[in-house]
């Protein structure tokens, strides 16, 4: 029931997501990111200074750039440079959708506080337990996630 209420909730946002992404000012080459009705990626926190700093860091309102349908914020001037110039390398795998959902086969949003950086990628979970459950099997996880990515984008849009 709570995996029906949670893809129901994600196709709405999605819809969402996708819907407002044409007001990006860059054209998107990815799958779409997660983000709220207000097109705010991580919950406004800093996608660079995961690997930088280590720990989520709020961004700040004037420090943004528009990637991939989503507004992203920045703590610093140079991070939103550093994200800009490679933003695959600092943006959330699975469009920052909750990883151990992608590696079941379907979508719930990431919490940006419930992260991890594996062999330099950055993969957020929905919650803590989802945390746990992907981490007993972080390999194959990722590869399962892989394999319905980004499929099971249209997939749960029932």
Do not use: K
């Not at 959330?92 to 979508?107: D, E, H, K, R, V």
């Amino acid at each position: 029931m709570l995996r029906f209420v949670l893809a129901s909730l994600m196709a709405v946002s999605l819809t969402l997501i996708v819907g407002s992404s044409q007001a990006s000012t860059q054209s998107r080459t990815y799958p779409p990111v997660y983000a709220a009705a207000d097109r705010l990626s991580l919950g406004g926190h800093d996608p660079v200074a995961y690997f930088t700093d280590g720990q989520p860091v709020a961004g700040d309102p004037a420090i943004t750039l528009d990637w991939n349908g989503a507004t992203w914020r920045f703590a610093t001037a140079e991070n939103r440079t550093m994200f800009e110039a490679n933003p695959q390398a600092y943006a959330p795998q699975f469009g920052g959708y909750c990883a151990w959902a992608a590696s079941q086969g379907y979508i719930a949003p990431g919490d940006p506080t419930v992260w991890r950086i594996v062999d330099g990628r950055l993969y957020l979970n929905f919650n803590d337990r989802a945390r746990m459950l992907w981490e007993q099997d972080i390999p194959g996880a990722i590869a399962r996630g892989e394999a319905n990515w980004p499929r099971i984008l249209t997939d749960n849009q029932g």
